[in-house]
């Protein structure tokens, strides 16, 4: 590092569900930590992505869609996400430009009025409209907020996120490099891992299998070979949703974990022997120690 003033900061992206947040991540972080789905609620935890530059280092929150809570780990992400607000440098309030306005942006709005950090309102997905509506949802948003600054992006294609991230590194205080310059997340490979394999599970699945999805990963060991064996629990609500995700004779689990293996050999930059079983815990979104035993701690967000 060189004696140029260096800067860093922290910057929650938040939004209503299925906005982008988790495509925006992977593309300013240049590989996948976070999953995407074209369902609501993907993510369920805060993933931290670290992108480091010649004189800057900003450490994006995406944090899960606010939304009305469902069941207690609805509870928990919606927590998790409202948590992060006061403990940023700054503010993504992420849109979708297709959706525009609704309830869950004013229920969002609402609570930005309490936090005294810098809102930048980042308008995705405007490859998909026409540019007359995008001039329209900026009047629209301008009148609910004083937002520091209002950005169109295409988080997909690209558009306009260089200037997004120029505009960020500008505003950011002086400050250390958290992270070493080559770290991308601060979440251990076993959590990229699970997220991984759950993000193929909802691909796959689609509507026929809600988000009663967990994955726990029991080992990871590197075998004599050099191969990596990764052993894990797809976790389900019903007996019903095991055997839509095993298929007919283990057709789509097979799928699953082929598609999973070819992810995770890229991570770990090492061939790997996946192993999938599917386990049934009734209603375990509702109890607490299965919330808990699965990574989700809802203690800590009361």
């Given at each position: 590092m060189t004696n140029k003033e260096f800067k860093s900061g922290f910057i929650t992206i938040i939004g209503r569900p299925n906005v982008g947040k988790s495509t925006f991540l992977n593309r300013v972080i240049g590989q996948k930590i976070a999953i995407m789905s074209d369902k609501a609620q993907t993510t369920r935890n805060t993933i931290q992505g670290v992108l480091t530059t010649e004189d800057a280092q900003i450490v994006f929150i995406d944090t899960p869609g606010i939304h009305k809570p469902k069941h207690r780990l609805g509870d928990f992400m919606v927590k998790l996400a409202e948590n992060t607000l006061?403990?940023?440098?700054?503010?993504?309030?992420?849109?979708?430009?297709?959706?525009g306005?609704?309830?869950g942006d004013q229920y969002i709005i609402d609570r930005l009025e309490r936090v005294k950090k810098p809102v930048y309102l980042i308008i995705n997905k405007i490859d998909r409209i026409h540019p007359d509506k995008l001039f329209q949802l900026i009047t629209e948003y301008k009148d609910k907020f004083d937002f520091k600054e209002i950005i169109p992006i295409s988080a997909l294609e690209g558009n306009n996120v260089t200037h997004l991230l120029e505009v960020l590194t500008d505003q950011l205080p002086e400050g250390p490099q958290y992270y070493p310059k080559d770290q991308v997340t601060d979440h251990p490979e076993r959590f990229i891992i699970s997220e991984l394999i759950r993000e193929k599970v909802l691909h796959h699945t689609r509507e026929e299998v809600?988000?009663?999805?967990?994955?726990?990963?029991?080992?990871?060991?590197?075998?004599?070979?050099?191969?990596?064996?990764?052993?894990?629990?797809?976790?389900?609500?019903?007996?019903?949703?095991?055997?839509?995700?095993?298929?007919?004779?283990?057709?789509?689990?097979?799928?699953?974990?082929?598609?999973a293996r070819r992810d995770i050999e890229r991570l770990l930059g090492n061939k790997v022997y996946l192993e999938l079983w599917v386990k049934v815990k009734k209603d375990w979104r509702n109890q607490e120690r299965y919330l808990s035993e699965f990574g989700f701690n809802p203690d800590d967000y009361r």
């Open positions: 006061n403990e940023v440098d700054a503010i993504l309030f992420m849109i979708n430009a297709e959706e306005f609704g309830r809600p988000h009663s999805i967990a994955v726990v990963i029991e080992k990871i060991e590197k075998n004599p070979d050099e191969k990596v064996l990764v052993q894990a629990n797809i976790i389900v609500e019903r007996s019903t949703q095991k055997g839509i995700i095993i298929g007919k004779q283990g057709s789509m689990l097979k799928k699953i974990g082929h598609q």
